[in-house]
């Protein structure tokens, strides 16, 4: 295990240094510039596109297809997860407070980047077998003709159904298990990890196995429940301790230009640091340039593709400038980062510091929700993959193997698996941004024809 980490350390330091910083960011703000900074311009248009279609009565569509609630919804539950929670919190650990700086920075740019991703999911999605589908194998085949757009293609879906499938899902079920191997240590219950994921294999494998319809049944309930229990959990945490709030903020600003003003020179945090963990974190939360969302706008029912796009920045904010916003801010207003803890503990602790012993059940709740539905969306995005890949022949394989990859990641160490994710997320981005710029004349084509026009659908 330690060469492995040694190895796949060395590939992230290749990947978080340089390479994927320029690529994600420069992405965004091609993108922010070129379609005249759209996440600002067209944002209430994006609320209204969002919550215009809210709805829980379980909907269903022929070929696979989605309501644009569901389809967000679905993309939602796969930003909102494990990065919100604890992957804050590494954030915060690993490049301290002004991580959180470029992972707005990021976030801001990446709402244009996955506005691009939206409209080409939907512009370039097809049938296959009877069933709508679509993502980025379907745009990088468009993007590049002939030998390259075929080797991409296939290279990207390789690298997601590592990234999300098997490794994001290792993650997922790892912060479950630590959670609530927190929560039954400090009350002397002793639950063996392997136990926690088994549980959650078993009940993720009844889901897989419903396909698309009762996915979409799932998140469109469960996003909404998760995400307002969350929110007025951490809003009661900082409203206790609302008096540190300016110094809170002024930590994330400082620290993005001089880490050891706020942490020490001792934390040895440089500002080097502190943008690539708040990339990668950022990524791993919001998913905006990584090419996975895109396969749930591909399966909206919308009037067209600018309309997905919109709602799909609107994901984006939810995703990083709220939820994750109230992680980063329970934890620095509690004074948490002094604790010694990292992960999902860190959060835990910030919570048990306002609620008490309930602080950790409350986490391990909320992540369990938050979690169980990342690995849900992310199931599927694989899945499409592997049915281009191997056809639908491929999928039971598939299905037992990401079961079998949410056990094994709830025994792992956390520093592993979150190494082994940054790893392979970093590799999908690469191909998915390529086909974004070769096919930014079409995003911007599409956004000047409908921009004039009301987005409802």
Request: some cysteine; charged content about 10%; aromatic content about 12%.
């Amino acid at each position: 295990m330690d060469t492995l980490m040694q190895l796949v350390t060395k590939g992230n330091d290749f990947l978080w240094s340089f390479l994927l910083i320029i690529l994600l960011c420069g992405t965004g703000l091609y993108y922010t510039i070129r379609l005249r900074f759209i996440q600002v311009r067209k944002f209430g248009e994006g609320v209204r596109q969002v919550f215009g279609h809210f709805s829980m009565n379980g909907e269903k569509h022929e070929k696979g297809e989605m309501t644009p609630f569901q389809s967000i919804a679905t993309a939602i539950a796969a930003q909102v997860g494990t990065g919100n929670l604890a992957g804050a919190a590494t954030a915060l650990i690993g490049g301290g407070p002004g991580a959180i700086f470029w992972m707005w920075v990021s976030a801001f740019l990446g709402m244009a980047t996955i506005y691009a991703e939206a409209v080409l999911a939907q512009t370039y999605k097809t049938e296959v077998n009877g069933e709508v589908t679509g993502g980025p194998v379907y745009y990088i085949k468009a993007a590049f003709k002939g030998n390259f757009g075929k080797v991409l293609s296939t290279l990207f879906a390789i690298f997601i159904v590592l990234a999300l499938g098997f490794m994001g899902n290792m993650v997922q079920s790892n912060s479950i298990s630590t959670a609530f191997s927190q929560v039954f240590t400090s009350r002397n219950i002793s639950i063996p990890p392997f136990t926690v994921g088994l549980l959650l294999a078993v009940v993720s494998l009844f889901v897989f196995i419903g396909g698309t319809n009762r996915l979409a049944a799932v998140v469109e309930k469960l996003v909404p429940f998760m995400a307002l229990v969350y929110i007025a959990g951490s809003l009661i945490v900082i409203l206790c301790n609302i008096t540190r709030l300016p110094s809170a903020v002024a930590q994330i600003f400082l620290g993005a230009f001089n880490p050891s003003a706020v942490l020490g020179g001792a934390a040895g945090v440089t500002v080097k640091e502190a943008i690539r963990y708040g990339v990668a974190r950022g990524l791993f939360s919001n998913e905006a340039g990584m090419g996975s969302t895109p396969h749930a706008h591909a399966r909206a029912v919308v009037k067209n593709p600018h309309c997905q796009g919109l709602a799909a920045m609107i994901s984006v904010f939810i995703d990083t400038f709220i939820v994750l916003n109230l992680t980063v801010f329970s934890i620095l207003t509690t004074n948490s980062l002094s604790s010694g803890k990292d992960g999902i503990m860190l959060t835990q602790y910030a919570f048990s510091t306002v609620f008490g012993s309930f602080g950790d059940i409350f986490i391990a709740v909320c992540l369990l929700f938050f979690a169980f539905s990342t690995i849900l969306g992310w199931h599927f995005f694989g899945s499409i993959n592997v049915k281009h890949l191997f056809g639908k022949k491929g999928m039971v394989p598939y299905s037992v193997l990401v079961a079998v990859f949410i056990v094994v990641g709830s025994m792992l160490k956390v520093d592993l698996v979150w190494t082994l994710a940054d790893f392979f997320n970093g590799l999908m981005v690469i191909p998915n941004a390529l086909a974004l710029l070769a096919l930014s004349g079409v995003v911007a084509s599409i956004c000047k024809k409908y921009s004039s026009e009301k987005s409802d659908n």
